[in-house]
């Protein structure tokens, strides 16, 4: 035996209105047969609308039982509803209810949408469903530009997407004119002569007329159930066999189509829509920038660290650094230069005195700092040759008076001519330069020379004591174990501990933690920025599903599940925060390039690395902000939602 189309049986519905309870639907029993026209005729507050919306599965009964071709609608949850109006039911609203943004075409494809039909086939079938309501060539006009009756034709269209058996009309002529009316009306009576079961309801008798069974209804009870004529002969599909078959699919179209009403939403409300990105503009763009101001610091450090060499040991006399005391300590000798270079784990020693000289070559004068060192000096401190030669061993044996000259002091003393060969005068003692040689980073553009110790000592200072000593140790020793060593050798030395010893790989290594720190800090406080471009996306988008929730109440009645809605505004809150991060980092970029064309002194360098963690926060910020107005869209009650205004 086939079940009926639809069955009530005692059917109850209460509403709180305030602090009373109204019985809208009280024990209301009706069995509709498949292919049957049916009105539904009652004043206004009935109960003939809450009827309705419990027929079309948009609203629950408090008590009763309501089965849809044998389906206990009590059993199914917020899914399963949606899937029954999804391939069962076809509304057809007062308001029309067609979505702006939308085309006439997108309007009528919605429903397939959530059905999981294949795009190229929702297109033609819409396009032929439109044409049979002679609206062929209105598929690219947007609602607004349709008169009253094509969008309720429109309407119809939709609701036989899906090729529902069941076409639920509230009040279909109630917006229109009589002509408008009578030609919606022929439309819903053709639907029933090809076998679909149609359900009208309205106030108006006139209308009722048309149909082959009146039910009357009033205080929320059926008063009576006049027959005029036999139902036809089924044959619109029920979509039992297709539900389970279509679930998988229906999801990936969903979402697939949630991307393009996504960005169709956010073209509808332009200037909201860039307010809201101007946020995520300017926090992705912090971001990105000061992870990039902090890169260049860091390299600019880390390059200044380097000349000092990663390796190397520094002594000076005095028990700590600013020892008062420290110039009149003269035990550092180059005997101890000696000891140390003896040992295992150093590469190279080299002593250092440290004086000024006025220095002249032919016109031109210059203040110099003059160094007596040793031939392995600049190999220890890193520093490169240019042109020329370095100090040797028989420089230092013969006390030659040959210098090495730092690029600004060979250019202040010599302009563009070639420097290697010339004579300077260092005081009233002539020298030989023999090589010009690039500072580190960490001595800036200084203008130095360097001689051997021994010759500086024999040709300009007398005995003046070692300003310092310095060491590079061996590749693959820890410089804190050689530091160690060094120390314990110098105060057997010495009988007592008058040296200090700076590690610059300590240096090093607590100006990266120092920097990463710092890095991490003002990423924190760029973070803010990017917090509060989140939340005005959370804002905005809490404002448009209160604007939009009539067109939520229509997606449920098209057979949206609750997922579908909430990836819907997810989407479209990823998708704001996506296309703003994108014009964030371009305008980061910009900035990069224009700090580094104009050689500003804190490069802003850019890393892959910055660009996808600026994504990954965009990405971030568009779920956690979007998610609570997508669960209130999602949580939204059908029929509360269609009757917002």
């Known amino acids: 035996m086939i079940a009926p189309r639809l069955e009530l049986s005692n059917v109850t519905r209460t509403y709180r209105s305030g602090n009373?309870?109204?019985?809208?639907?009280?024990?209301?029993?009706?069995?509709?047969?498949?292919g049957e026209l049916v009105a539904i005729v009652g004043a206004s507050g009935s109960g003939k609308s809450t009827l309705m919306n419990i027929l079309g599965c948009l609203d629950r009964s408090d008590r009763g039982h309501y089965r849809v071709d044998g389906i206990d609608v009590s059993t199914l949850d917020a899914d399963g509803l949606a899937h029954l109006r999804r391939d069962r039911f076809g509304f057809v609203f007062q308001r029309y209810h067609l979505v702006n943004a939308l085309s006439i075409a997108g309007n009528v494809e919605l429903p397939g949408i959530y059905a999981g039909m294949p795009a190229a086939r929702r297109r033609e079938r819409a396009a032929r469903l439109v044409e049979q309501l002679g609206l062929a060539d209105k598929l690219p006009f947007?609602?607004?530009?349709?008169?009253?009756?094509?969008?309720?034709?429109?309407?119809?269209?939709?609701?036989?997407?899906?090729?529902?058996?069941?076409?639920?009309?509230?009040?279909?002529?109630?917006?229109?004119?009589?002509?408008?009316?009578?030609?919606v009306l022929s439309v819903l009576k053709d639907l029933h002569e090809q076998g679909r079961t149609v359900i009208i309801v309205t106030h108006d008798h006139d209308v009722a007329s048309h149909a082959g069974r009146i039910i009357e209804i009033a205080d929320g009870a059926i008063i009576s159930d006049t027959r005029l004529s036999a139902a036809r002969k089924n044959t619109a599909a029920s979509g039992v066999a297709t539900v389970a078959s279509?679930?998988?699919?229906?999801?990936?179209?969903?979402?697939?189509?949630?991307?393009?009403?996504?960005?169709?939403?956010?073209?509808?409300?332009?200037?909201?829509?860039?307010?809201?990105?101007?946020?995520?503009?300017?926090?992705?763009?912090?971001?990105?920038?000061?992870?990039?101001?902090?890169?260049?610091?860091?390299?600019?450090?880390?390059?200044?660290?380097?000349?000092?060499?990663?390796?190397?040991?520094?002594?000076?006399?005095?028990?700590?650094?600013?020892?008062?005391?420290?110039?009149?300590?003269?035990?550092?000798?180059?005997?101890?230069?000696?000891?140390?270079?003896?040992?295992?784990?150093?590469?190279?020693?080299?002593?250092?005195?440290?004086?000024?000289?006025?220095?002249?070559s032919g016109a031109r004068a210059l203040d110099l700092q003059v160094s007596g060192v040793g031939p392995s000096y600049f190999r220890a401190n890193g520093l490169k040759l240019i042109s020329g030669r370095l100090l040797t061993q028989e420089d230092l044996v013969d006390a030659y008076a040959n210098i090495v000259l730092s690029e600004l002091a060979a250019s202040s003393l010599f302009g563009s001519a070639e420097a290697v060969g010339q004579q300077v005068l260092l005081g009233k003692t002539p020298a030989t330069v023999i090589g010009v040689a690039a500072l580190p980073d960490v001595r800036g553009r200084a203008a130095s020379a360097y001689m051997t110790h021994t010759a500086l000592r024999a040709r300009l200072s007398g005995t003046l004591p070692l300003t310092n000593i310095t060491l590079r140790v061996r590749d693959g020793i820890d410089t804190n174990l050689a530091e160690r060593a060094a120390s314990n050798l110098l105060q057997r030395r010495h009988g007592v501990k008058d040296f200090f010893i700076i590690n610059n790989d300590q240096i090093r290594r607590s100006t990266e933690r120092t920097m990463a720190t710092f890095s991490l800090l003002i990423a924190a406080l760029a973070t803010v920025a990017l917090v509060v471009g989140g939340i005005g996306v959370m804002n905005i988008m809490l404002i448009s599903v209160t604007e939009r929730t009539r067109e939520i109440g229509l997606r449920m009645a098209l057979g949206a599940r609750q997922r579908d809605i909430m990836a819907q505004f997810m989407i479209e809150a990823v998708a704001v925060c996506l296309v703003g991060g994108g014009l964030g980092v371009a305008l980061a970029i910009a900035l990069s390039f224009v700090s580094n064309a104009l050689v500003l002194p804190l490069p802003i360098?850019?890393?892959?690395?910055?660009?996808?963690?600026?994504?990954?926060?965009?990405?971030?910020?568009?779920?956690?902000?979007?998610?609570?107005?997508?669960?209130?869209?999602?949580?939204?009650?059908?029929?509360?939602?269609?009757?917002?205004?």
């Open 246 to 360: 279509r679930s998988a699919r229906a999801s990936i179209s969903s979402l697939t189509s949630a991307f393009g009403m996504s960005f169709k939403a956010m073209a509808a409300q332009k200037l909201r829509t860039g307010l809201t990105m101007l946020g995520i503009v300017i926090g992705i763009t912090a971001v990105v920038a000061v992870i990039g101001l902090g890169e260049g610091a860091r390299i600019q450090v880390m390059n200044q660290l380097a000349g000092l060499g990663t390796n190397t040991l520094v002594i000076y006399p005095g028990r700590s650094f600013g020892d008062a005391d420290a110039s009149k300590i003269v035990s550092m000798t180059t005997s101890d230069v000696d000891a140390l270079a003896a040992q295992f784990y150093v590469d190279s020693a080299t002593p250092e005195i440290l004086t000024s000289q006025k220095a002249r």
């Open 20 to 34: 009373e309870t109204v019985m809208a639907l009280d024990g209301v029993s009706l069995v509709i047969e498949p």
């Open 142 to 183: 947007r609602p607004n530009e349709l008169s009253g009756g094509q969008q309720q034709r429109i309407a119809i269209a939709r609701a036989l997407m899906n090729d529902a058996g069941v076409v639920l009309a509230d009040e279909p002529t109630g917006a229109l004119d009589r002509r408008s009316g009578d030609l």
């Open 605 to 645: 360098l850019l890393s892959a690395g910055a660009v996808l963690l600026a994504a990954g926060f965009t990405l971030l910020i568009g779920l956690a902000f979007g998610y609570l107005p997508a669960r209130g869209a999602a949580r939204l009650d059908p029929v509360r939602a269609l009757a917002s205004e």
